[in-house]
């Protein structure tokens, strides 16, 4: 069965340093998310992605952050520079059509 | 913007008992509304549906859900639980008027399943 990887499972990073978190959804998949879950707390849209562009975005989603999807496979979220408050487990979903997100396993980022 | 309840942070619950896990949600325009389920150290699955047609929506392993238009509720129940049922349930609900679909999730019910 198809899913959505994501790397690395845990990436651990200095305050200030740039992170690229990466995402493979799945083949035929059209529309791409980007969420986050702070520990203890409820998981939250930053942002959508369709047609090689951003379709909405929340509050959260700054100007340190950005999304590409630089081949026809890779969807990658990158913080330029990372602060305290970004350390998150970080859920990449695709979907196909107006039917369930499928989500990632996360990546658990630590910013120190 | 949508909104999702989840009063229940945690519900203990004896094996075999049954369980029901609510959920609240606010919204001007129609939604779709779902249960995902997160076990320890893993990513989000999803439980169950509701798109359109019959308001009782079922899963694969004996969870069900009640769509409540009148009540704006989406209640998740097991009539029988078991130790294996021990995770994380978020309600989530998306607009249904646009194709993007952001998920917007309900902070969690943590279903603690003791023998």
């Known amino acids: 069965e198809p899913e959505v990887t994501q790397t690395p499972s845990h990436q651990v990073t200095q305050m200030g340093q740039e992170v690229i978190l990466r995402c493979v959804p799945i083949?035929?998949?059209?529309?791409f998310y980007w969420y986050r879950q702070i520990l203890g707390q409820k998981v939250e849209f930053l942002v959508s992605f369709y047609n090689n562009e951003i379709s909405e975005k929340s509050e959260i989603f700054d100007d340190q952050f950005s999304v590409e999807r630089p081949d026809g496979s890779n969807f990658t979220l990158k913080i330029r520079s990372t602060k305290l408050e970004d350390s998150a487990m970080y859920f990449c979903?695709?979907?196909?059509?107006?039917?369930?997100?499928?989500f990632g396993p996360g990546t658990r980022l630590t910013v120190l | 913007a949508q909104s999702v309840t989840q009063l229940d942070s945690q519900v203990p619950v004896f094996e075999e008992a049954p369980v029901e896990l609510r959920c609240n949600y606010s919204?001007?325009?129609?939604?779709?509304l779902f249960w995902y389920v997160q076990y320890p150290n893993q990513g989000l699955q999803l439980l169950l549906k509701y798109l359109s047609g019959s308001t009782l929506v079922e899963s694969i392993n004996g969870f069900e859900a009640e769509f409540n238009k009148s009540q704006t509720s989406f209640h998740l129940r097991k009539p029988s639980v078991h130790i294996s049922d021990t995770a994380e349930y978020f309600c989530?609900?998306?607009?249904?008027?646009?194709?993007?679909?952001?998920?917007?999730f309900g902070t969690g019910t943590r279903l603690l399943v003791s023998p």
């Open positions: 083949s035929n998949h059209l529309y």
């Open positions: 919204s001007s325009v129609s939604v779709y």
């Open positions: 989530a609900v998306a607009r249904t008027n646009t194709g993007f679909q952001k998920l917007v």
């Open positions: 979903a695709s979907r196909r059509t107006a039917d369930e997100q499928f």
